[in-house]
């Protein structure tokens, strides 16, 4: 019963996550103001989250982070209500968007962190677990923006924010009525104290800070401007239709790759996942090679599951490896690395575009997978990392 709370609470969260660049660029755009107040917007949120979720990672260890969950749902909760009745009232004020995104933002900071401490807290099977739980969230990211695309008509920018609303209310809900899972594990000292702790237990493992440091480099160049400069190019080419296909059939190929993850136990999990990070290549080859759809269908279907076969093996070493009064600041280390470059990549992607021409782009970003790959496997402490079991602590009643 407790996984199936934990897993709804995830399904509807991020749905929700998925609805809010719709609802937000919908009523920004529909009530007259630019690109520029969108892209503040999200900055506002990108910020909010980069400031502040390292202490996210202290705060859920000393309060739990069933706890500190709940409380960044219902953050969201009202962030996201109160921009559905300032959407409501018609042209709502510039600051008050920005301020109440960047209130999102900290609840996702505060939020991201736990998630990490509670799998291993409620499941004995970890690697399952993940496998189940990103793979449905990665469908729940495509059924977002979709859902979103569907009621925008019928419900506006505002209806929208009540949905994302009633999505955080619902996971914080299900978070809530959870019996168990990690428990609070305060130590005594200031918070600088245990940031300063959780840096050094951070350096401390060569495998943790060395993937880091490489998929920080991997989001920049690959993962952050794959997205906008595929989005475009499909659509320049092969209309809008084949994008909303190919998007379906990189989320089935998610589900290919946590369903192999499932049935999959390699010895070196890390070194497992590496190799599986070449359907990547696969997929931006085909895309800067210009290859017909059934083609580029394939690719996307391997991209899409070598990606969600590395992230369910290295979710799976992160909650094994790391011990229970550890894993909540760790964590936090890992979303800033990889959430924050992401967003430069992003940023980076119409830049490319002018200077080198999408197709040219992403062939590079093809180079920079292959090249991330050697990193990862020239790595012995990556390379080497062997399977291991949830650790005997890490499971604790509420």
């Known amino acids: 019963m407790t996984f199936r709370l934990f897993f709804t609470a995830r399904m509807v969260s991020r749905f929700g996550d998925g609805v809010v660049p719709v609802a937000l660029s919908a009523g920004l755009v529909l009530t007259g103001h630019g690109t520029s107040s969108v892209s503040n917007a999200l900055g506002a949120w990108t910020a909010a989250f980069g400031g502040f979720v390292l202490f996210g990672g202290v705060l859920t260890d000393r309060f739990s982070p069933r706890r500190m969950m709940v409380f960044a749902d219902v953050l969201r909760m009202v962030a996201a209500g109160l921009l559905a009745v300032a959407f409501a009232h018609g042209d709502p004020t510039l600051w008050v968007v920005y301020l109440l995104s960047a209130v999102g933002g900290l609840g996702a900071a505060l939020f991201n962190p736990g998630i990490a401490a509670v799998i291993p807290a409620i499941t004995t099977d970890v690697q399952r677990a993940n496998a189940i739980v990103r793979a449905a969230e990665s469908l729940m990211t495509v059924a977002g923006p979709v859902g979103a695309a569907l009621l925008l008509t019928a419900v506006g920018a505002a209806g929208l924010y009540a949905v994302d609303a009633l999505s955080f209310g619902l996971s914080g809900l299900c978070l809530y009525l959870m019996r168990e899972g990690p428990a609070a594990r305060d130590s005594g000292q200031s918070m600088v104290r245990d940031l300063a702790q959780g840096w050094r237990e ?104 070598g990606l969600m076969y590395w992230v369910v093996m290295w979710s799976t ?36 575009d002018a200077w080198l021409s999408a197709r040219d782009a992403l062939l590079l970003s093809a180079l920079a997978n292959c090249v991330v790959m050697t990193a990862l496997f020239a790595a012995p402490a990556i390379r080497g990392l062997t399977r291991a079991e949830i650790h005997s602590s890490a499971r604790y009643q509420r």
């Open 202 to 305: 951070f350096r401390a493992r060569r495998w943790l800070w060395g993937v880091i440091m490489i998929w920080t480099g991997y989001s920049l160049t690959v993962l952050g401007p794959m997205v906008p400069l595929q989005n475009v190019l499909i659509i320049e080419t092969h209309g809008a239709t084949a994008l909303g296909v190919m998007m379906a059939v990189f989320g089935a190929g998610n589900a290919v790759g946590g369903l192999l993850a499932m049935r999959m136990r390699p010895r070196r999990p890390l070194a497992s996942g590496t190799v599986a990070l070449s359907g990547v290549s696969v997929h931006l080859l085909a895309l800067a090679l210009d290859a017909p759809l059934p083609v580029l269908g394939i690719a996307f279907l391997a991209g899409g599951a």
């Open 317 to 352: 070493v992160l909650q094994t490896h790391i011990p229970p009064d550890a894993i909540s600041r760790l964590s936090a280390y890992e979303v800033a690395g990889s959430v924050l470059p992401l967003a430069g990549g992003r940023a980076l992607a119409g830049p490319a």
